[in-house]
T-cell receptor, first 113, second 115 residues
Framework: GESVGLHLPTLSVQEGDNSIINCAYS??????FIWYKQESGKGPQFIID?????DKRQGQRVTVLLNKTVKHLSLQIAATQPGDSAVYFC????????????FGAGTQVVVTP | NAGVMQNPRHLVRRRGQEARLRCSPM?????VYWYRQLPEEGLKFMVY????????ESGMPKERFSAEFPKEGPSILRIQQVVRGDSAAYFC?????????????FGDGTRLSIL
């Protein structure tokens, strides 16, 4: 399944399929990006990050892709599991305001059996 | 390893009262950040502190809100004379330093309800 940024806030994915969550950012000066996962009643959980001098980074079952030309960030989750059901946020920051993360509105991922 | 600890988890206040939210960062972390989250929205940055210093408070309302991170003890976010619009989840994050190899790690938040 694939979402298109903030225009499709809910993504339904069948268990075992790959998920793609998209995020468009507006600030061309942003140079650091993070994906967080937030489950109901909990705080955001760090998933993976990427600096602007990279275009791809892989973690365990997750891959983040960064396209600076079109200011687009995506998170790919391989073999989606029920435990992946959550809201996913992208966040960005700039070197000159390092501590200030700017969060997107989030995408709800629902994994169906 | 204990993560970021926030307390209380839930706080109920009446309009006009004061709310104090506490945050103990992860062990070894000296940088603390506060964010506010309204229902079905992303987190909004409020303030960034290091021990005894406010680094960036550009997201803090000018009145009624203050934050501190003393040399000893937890970071405190204080809201005076609370109003209904202050109802939200307040999250604290911490990091070991600045830089892209020092991501922010979040606590589970304090849910503030104003009656």
């Amino acid at each position: 399944g694939e979402s298109v940024g903030l225009h499709l806030p809910t993504l339904s994915v069948q268990e075992g399929d790959n998920s793609i969550i998209n995020c468009a950012y507006s600030n061309s000066a942003s140079d650091y990006f993070i994906w967080y996962k937030q489950e109901s009643g909990k705080g955001p959980q760090f998933i993976i990050d990427i600096r602007s001098n990279m275009d791809k980074r892989q973690g365990q079952r997750v891959t983040v892709l960064l396209n600076k030309t079109v200011k687009h960030l995506s998170l790919q989750i391989a073999a989606t599991q029920p435990g992946d059901s959550a809201v996913y946020f992208c966040a960005e920051s700039r070197t000159d305001s390092w501590g200030k993360l700017q969060f997107g509105a989030g995408t709800q991922v629902v994994v169906t059996p | 390893n204990a993560g970021v600890m926030q307390n209380p988890r839930h706080l109920v206040r009446r309009r006009g009262q004061e709310a104090r939210l506490r945050c103990s960062p992860m062990k070894g972390h000296s940088h603390v950040y506060w964010y506010r989250q309204l229902p079905e929205e992303g987190l909004k940055f409020m303030v960034y502190l290091q021990k005894e210093n406010i680094i960036d408070e550009s997201g803090m309302p000018k009145e009624r809100f203050s934050a501190e991170f003393p040399k000893e003890g937890p970071s405190i976010l204080r809201i005076q004379q609370v109003v209904r619009g202050d109802s939200a989840a307040y999250f604290c994050a911490s990091s070991a330093g600045q830089g892209s190899n020092q991501p922010q790690h979040f606590g589970d938040g304090t849910r503030l309800s104003i009656l």
